[in-house]
């Protein structure tokens, strides 16, 4: 009895310090070594006698330490009870942690039965479940794998080769040699593991180049007015943070030509289209010389759009709808449904979503935007690239999170996106973090958290296609398929191993 109660000490201790420990990967500042060996602990757990429960405590503690400021942003914006907020959250947590139990349950009769199947078809399983996270419900791809290894010398240049999806593939592939290595006490698997990642980071670093816009770089400001949100419209504070903008906005346009950009919600609550005076006012700035990229809300036939709009000297009008929406935060999902839920955010529930991609044209730029979540699905920017897009834009607003992980954690999805297709990507956002992001993921400039200011930079776009842009399925397909073949195999392994034990009577 005291061996079995220390058993499951040990197991739960996994459980509890390796989510905690994963979690640890996506905060403001994560560990080079770490992201390495921080998932071990969870694929060690499928050795276990209850691997579906132990998976499932693990993915809650993960999901608990790493989007902790959900439940404060519901109590402040929502204006729900504390007890309520914090409700929701562990029942978010607890829904997200399903997916952890689902691998784990599936995963624990490949790691039994070891070889390929279990090096290989590990990773493979881990990939499909991410795949199915970021599909259904229309998608939650955050806090995935691959973001553990953003600071990864050659993670992201290899990313335009093999995706994110890649990248998480080799991430699990690594941890999971070096969790065979500790239970089998087989050292050549993990040294197989972290062989094939050691070898491909620095051949993608030496040879994932995209290629440049032929003419010389056009600038680019970006405004960070560091405004907080208003939890009712209030008219005297609204106005003063939309002057706030258009001062650092006349600031801002100190050279002709140079596009200012505003982040999301920093003219709010702007109606671009219905207001004379607002509309006068965005463009006696551009009439100072610089074109003006910025967003609105917009009522067309009774149907609301977030949108973007770009405005250039002489009169030229460009507008992108959003096309992926946060739902329960922009929209509520079967609205029917769930005619209870009361909006969490500004206009929640009233928008919708555009089906098209619309380039935004600058100079010889054609911009691609994505407004605030749309930049964690990786498939859509790629659409954006196929279809031109030279330079990439993401407007946001992360105030609503305060000085939390979040704005960190959304800010790796930018880098991601910039190295998987190999094009610039500009960030705007209202507190933090705005940064110059170069085609390789790196950040060529950055205002942190909380600083008030215009990030002054220049913008180059790129041409061509990285392979990952090309063929972004291809990475998902071999997944599942290899996943697919992986449990077959495990399935049938089992099937023998029962025969054998019970072998039928004539």
């Known amino acids: 009895m005291a061996n079995q109660r220390g058993s499951l000490a040990l197991w739960l201790a996994l459980a509890v310090g390796g989510g905690a420990t ?3 990967q996506f905060g403001p500042r994560g560990f080079l070594v770490a992201p390495w060996l921080a998932l071990a602990p969870l694929l060690l757990l499928l050795g276990s006698p209850w691997p579906a429960r132990l998976g499932f405590l ?15 942003t519901l109590v402040t914006y929502g204006q729900l009870p504390v007890w309520l907020s914090w409700l929701l959250f562990v029942l978010l947590a607890a829904f997200l942690a399903l997916y952890w139990a689902a691998f784990a349950g599936l995963g624990a009769r490949l790691w039994r039965r070891g070889g390929w199947v279990a090096l290989l078809g590990l990773p493979a399983l881990w990939v499909t479940l991410e795949l199915v996270r970021g599909w259904l419900f229309s998608g939650f791809p955050w806090n995935v794998a691959n973001y553990a290894w953003v600071d990864v010398p050659g993670a992201l240049p290899l990313a335009s080769w093999v995706g994110p999806w890649g990248i998480s593939f080799l991430v699990v592939l690594t941890n999971g040699g070096v969790a065979s290595a500790i239970a089998r006490r087989r050292w050549q698997t993990g040294a197989l593991a972290l062989l094939v990642p ?32 208003l939890v009712h419209y209030e008219p005297l504070p609204a106005l003063r943070n939309y002057a706030r903008v258009l001062a650092m906005s006349r600031q801002a346009c100190d050279e002709p030509g140079a596009l200012v950009i505003w982040p999301e919600s920093a003219g709010w609550p702007f109606d671009y289209p219905r207001d004379a005076n607002l509309r006068q006012d965005v463009w006696n700035l551009v009439d100072l010389g610089c074109p003006l990229l910025f967003n609105s809300a917009v009522e067309e036939k009774g149907r609301w759009y977030n949108a973007a709009f770009l405005l250039t000297p002489g009169g030229g009008e460009g507008r992108y709808d959003k096309r992926h929406l946060v739902p329960f935060g922009e929209y509520v999902p079967a609205k029917a449904l769930f005619p209870f839920i009361d909006s969490l955010a500004r206009n929640a529930g009233d928008f919708t979503a555009a089906k098209d991609v619309t380039l935004l044209p600058w100079g010889s730029e054609r911009l691609g935007v994505a407004i605030c979540f749309e930049v964690i699905f990786p498939g859509e ?8 897009a030279t330079s990439l834009v993401t407007i946001t607003n992360d105030a609503w999170y305060g000085d939390t992980s979040a704005p960190w954690q959304h800010f790796r999805a930018v880098r991601f996106r910039a190295a998987e297709e190999r094009r610039p990507f500009v960030r705007a956002a209202i507190t933090g973090i705005s940064a110059l992001v170069r085609a390789d993921g790196s950040v060529a400039a950055l205002l942190g958290p909380f600083e008030q200011g215009v990030l002054r930079g220049e913008l180059r776009g790129a041409v061509g296609l990285s392979p990952y842009a090309r063929r972004p399925w291809l990475g998902q397909v071999l997944a599942v398929v290899l996943a697919a073949a992986a449990l077959l195999a495990g399935w049938r392994a089992k099937a023998t191993r029962s025969e054998i034990k019970e072998p039928r009577s004539e």
């Open 198 to 229: 050691l070898i491909l980071l620095p051949l993608a670093g030496r040879f994932a180049h995209g290629a440049a816009r032929p003419g010389p770089p056009q600038a680019v400001r970006l405004l960070q007015p560091n405004i907080a949100n």
């Open 22 to 24: 994963w979690a640890a």
């Open 381 to 388: 920017v790629a659409e954006a690239v196929r279809q031109g």
């Open 58 to 72: 693990h993915g809650v503690v993960f999901w608990l330490a790493g989007i902790p400021w959900i439940a404060p």
